[in-house]
């Protein structure tokens, strides 16, 4: 039955296909999944935050009381009191958010690459923050667009560097709060400032929001997409507040573009699990992320504050840091001479890891940064590794 | 807060975008939820079959068991005790399919969506067979290749017609067994003659798979998969065989194109749920899919007898239909005049709804063809539905 395959496949991909690579951060984890390593590296949430008890009698519930319907195939738009429930917890008594303009994708990056799919053509100027995340970055690579960095400075994304650069953009993708990598976030008048120059400009502007509402001090920031609806397309998530292997996340968009991302979705994989989304409504409809996420925000928010004590502690003077008040993340920035990635070489002998920066830059990388990640590591670890981190630092700037 | 949007967004939207259209069939669809409605058009297998108890019993050991791991993020490829699974189910003696040769998809749409990405650049001759599957042209079309028509005949996919036209192709998409939409199978001299001819051209064969269990006569037919693993990418699903509301599937590559769809997953959507996958495993990992779906062999195998016997005692000498030995449809060819769209709007009128066949032609439709789907329709429902439809046929060949 067997065939002699007498000529071999001489594979030919699509030029797209050249632009894939692995994630570098996920080729890290692979190195990271050693117990003796203390990982800095991961853009994992908690397992400790995980309400598994919560999920598991939601899916009892959901599998009992309404079984078929869950199995069955759904809309492609999503589970609609899912979709009702988060406009109503997206709108503001100035914005209103329609269901109509929420679309369930499998996690948030599948809205980065629906996004990437119905805006990007091959050559589009596309605009992102310096350093971005690098699973945006990856997801729009795949479409070939002309990356365009916006400066930051201290206080994230410069707002007004944004005329010189914008004309026939087509989209500005930022993430607004405790930004990954670089934990900033952007002040009030920033961000009013940030909307009205995108709406002035006509720009198409996206926040990718997973981490808002993780904030460890005060309120939470206004959402940019209340700022103005018209013209901002956001992105959240269910991973980080929680959890992540559901894979669950949705995209609000004005409607001509939700209706494009909705099509999209439908030619790319249908639609998302229905049963998860109905066990996830079923977790959340009554209320329990606002007894749920203030447990993440305490956790979180000790170990970053443990991890910001012993950087203040252990790293020489030259090296620079955000002072993140959420998120997950913490930037180094190394004196220039100083180069991450041998620094990561020298931390891996010590087994303690962490993401060097060069990768979350859309352009010129700046080799002197790295990102840390304050989450899964208990403290007296993220005190222990600091401080071998902060010697390896001076030994390299003292050779 | 909330800002005047002076210039309202002139949306530009990809040239890919602009392929982008909904499925014929799910906007029938939303026409046929009325209860009043028989419809044959649905591509949804019966919940009759969806085992509720053991998926709700398969989550709550993976949950309780397994919890926090279930819920983390996973590994891009899949669940390796899944994927293990998966190329041991799929291994003769002959040829033997390695678990890495397996990439989990969230549904099989998405495996169609990635094998576009990677294999597809914008003007790329695709060959299919004529008809073919809908949301596999709908997938594709996304990476805009030149579509050619494979000639078929009553034995389904020519082969023979091959060499002609297959130069430059970058792949032949096909369903060898109980095709959407047409229901035929492949015969075993036109499988082998199908994959030498592939195989000597060096073609690409994509063996789409969702139905091949769902035989209701003698044994299933071997996979092309078997006949050369290193030609052919098979694409299966536990949609029809488990339930589609989890949307699980996998796709089976050559290892050079089945590291690049790993790439293109994670830039995607990063992984597929991994507790769902887990799931599965438990589900599947004893051998329940071989007590389960003979009962789905049975319900449908019945529906389909019932429907081929109405046919041939309601519809009128001039029509041609296929005789499927196994999966969900039922091809109608009608006299060359009449148009299955016109006999579509009178269906309805008297609450009956099919699919008609244009949508499922990548170049020239058969404008007089439809499709019937006998899976979710009861049999006195399927006869007295079938008679309507004979006798709109006749008055509509008699006018």
Not at 8 to 37: G, M, N, Y
Not at 140 to 145: G, I, K
Not at 225 to 244: A, Q
Not at 289 to 307: A, E, F, N
């Amino acid at each position: 039955m067997r065939i002699e395959n007498q000529n071999p496949i001489d594979w030919r991909f699509s030029e797209r296909a050249a632009q894939l690579q692995s994630s570098f951060i996920r080729e890290i984890l692979k190195v990271t999944q050693r117990p003796e390593i203390t990982s800095f590296a991961g853009g994992l949430p908690s397992p400790a935050t995980f309400p598994v008890e919560v999920m598991r009698a939601a899916f009892d519930k959901v599998l009992s009381e309404q079984g078929k319907v869950s199995l069955q195939y759904g809309p492609t738009d999503g589970y609609p009191l899912l979709r009702e429930w988060i406009a109503n917890s997206l709108s503001t008594p100035d914005s209103k958010i329609l269901p109509e303009q929420v679309l369930m994708t499998s996690g948030s990056q599948q809205a980065l690459d629906l996004l990437g799919k119905v805006l990007i053509d091959e050559g589009s100027k596309v605009l992102v923050e310096t350093p971005s995340y690098l699973g945006a970055l990856q997801a729009f690579s795949v479409y070939r667009p002309n990356f365009v960095s916006v400066a930051t400075d201290e206080h994230g994304l410069a707002p007004q560097s944004l005329p010189a650069i914008a004309d026939g953009a087509r989209l500005l993708y930022a993430l607004p709060n405790f930004q990954n990598p670089t934990g900033r976030s952007l002040s009030l008048a920033r961000r009013q400032e940030l909307v009205e120059t995108c709406a002035r400009l006509g720009l198409p502007l996206i926040e990718d929001d997973p981490y808002g509402a993780l904030n460890y001090r005060g309120e939470p920031a206004p959402k940019l997409l209340n700022m103005n609806p018209d013209g901002v397309i956001y992105m959240g998530s269910f991973s980080k507040v929680l959890t992540p292997g559901i894979r669950l996340g949705y995209v609000v968009a004005p409607l001509p573009l939700a209706r494009r991302l909705e099509l999209a979705k439908q030619a790319t994989d249908l639609h998302t699990a229905q049963l998860t989304q109905m066990v996830v409504y079923e977790v959340v409809k009554d209320g329990f992320l606002s007894q749920h996420i203030p447990t993440i925000r305490k956790l979180y928010g000790d170990q970053c504050q443990v991890m910001l004590n012993s950087i203040e502690q252990y790293f020489p003077e030259g090296v620079q840091w955000t002072r993140p008040e959420g998120g997950m993340f913490i930037w180094v920035t190394l004196p220039e001479q100083i180069d991450a990635m041998k620094l990561l070489d020298r931390a891996l002998e010590n087994n303690i890891a962490f993401v060097p920066g060069a990768p979350f830059y859309a352009n010129e990388p700046a080799k002197n940064t790295f990102r840390l990640s304050f989450v899964t590591v208990p403290p007296e670890k993220i005190r222990a590794g600091i401080e071998v981190l902060g010697r390896l630092i001076k030994e390299m700037m003292a050779a």
